[in-house]
């Protein structure tokens, strides 16, 4: 059995056409475009290119962009000042910092990221938002997980009563990862690097959500056959060699639904990016 492949790019454009039409629909109702802000610090290479198709994501969807590059010298009180400026500016409504930030301004990575307006956070990561999502009510939720979710809807795989397995507690992937599928009454199990007999707890699982950090760490043994397996992981096994957490070529032949990396999740967080802009805009105006 081959499994059915979960392509990124096409739940992708499926997410950007739903956001371009919801804006569209804010800009007739309110007259508002929605708006985001990157701020940069430093000159990271890879956080430089992921600016870069933030900025031509936005543009496609025709909202407002605003790139705020600011140098590696940068205080605690310049960020902060930066922020607020954002937070206050009505062109604004979703306002992102780019992590990670240099080393100087790591130790204040918690308070920088609670200056944002929650209603502005658009990565999610701000604990009011936490808090709303693990209590039930609208929050803007991390992009990564919150693309999952809704590639899981629009495959229509069934997550009602479900068992799944999110492998993974960061505060960026699995912990909202869980509190999403618990949304969905998914009967939920987040395991991590002390779970005890992890093949065993994964090969229950009819979805499973992989966001490890290690090449081929699930392997075909551990998945039920048929089961869903959603691969978070990015891992760079060579210069220009990307890998997932799953072992794509034996776990195919067992799941019945597999993501592939590259082209799978990876390609769904900036389309989420921009669907949490639209969302951050909505509750702005409303
Ligand atoms: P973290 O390193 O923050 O978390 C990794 C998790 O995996 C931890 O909870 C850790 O457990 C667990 N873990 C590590 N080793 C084991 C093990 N041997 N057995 C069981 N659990 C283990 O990573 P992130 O959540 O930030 O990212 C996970 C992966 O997803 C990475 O490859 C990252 O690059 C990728 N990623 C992809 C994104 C995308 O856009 N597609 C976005 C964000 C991340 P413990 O808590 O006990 O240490």
Not at 102 to 128: M, R, T
Not at 245 to 265: N, Q, R, S
């Amino acid at each position: 059995m081959t499994a059915r492949l979960l392509e990124g790019k096409f739940f992708a454009a499926k997410i950007r056409e739903e956001a371009g039409k919801r804006a569209a629909q804010l800009k007739e109702k309110y007259g508002v475009t929605p708006g985001l802000a990157v701020i940069i610090v430093g000159e990271n290479p890879a956080s430089q290119v992921y600016v870069r198709n933030k900025h031509k994501a936005c543009t496609e969807l025709g909202f407002y962009s605003e790139g705020v590059e600011m140098p590696e010298t940068t205080t605690r009180e310049e960020l902060l000042s930066e922020i607020n400026r954002l937070n206050n500016d009505p062109k604004i409504h979703g306002i992102l910092v780019q992590l990670p930030l240099p080393k100087a301004l790591q130790p204040y990575e918690s308070e920088v990221l609670e200056a944002i307006n929650p209603l502005k956070d658009v990565d999610g990561f701000h604990p009011v938002n936490v808090g709303r999502l693990v209590t039930g009510q609208k929050a803007l939720v991390p992009c990564t997980p919150h693309g999952c979710i809704r590639m899981l809807e629009l495959a229509e795989i069934p997550m009602e009563g479900a068992k799944a397995v999110v492998i993974g507690r960061s505060n960026i992937v699995g912990k909202p990862m869980l509190h999403l599928l618990l949304g969905k009454n998914a009967t939920v199990t987040i395991c991590h690097s002390r779970t005890k007999n992890l093949a065993e707890v994964v090969k229950e699982a009819d979805i499973v959500v992989a966001a490890v950090g290690k090449p081929k760490f699930v392997t075909a043994d551990m998945i039920k056959p048929g089961a869903t397996v959603i691969d978070v992981g990015i891992n760079r096994i060579a210069p220009k060699k990307l890998v997932g957490d799953v072992d794509f070529d034996a776990v195919k032949e067992v799941a019945g639904a597999i993501t592939p990396v590259p082209g799978g999740v990876g390609l769904l967080t900036i389309a989420m990016l921009m669907q949490n802009t639209v969302d951050a805009a909505e509750l702005q105006v409303k």
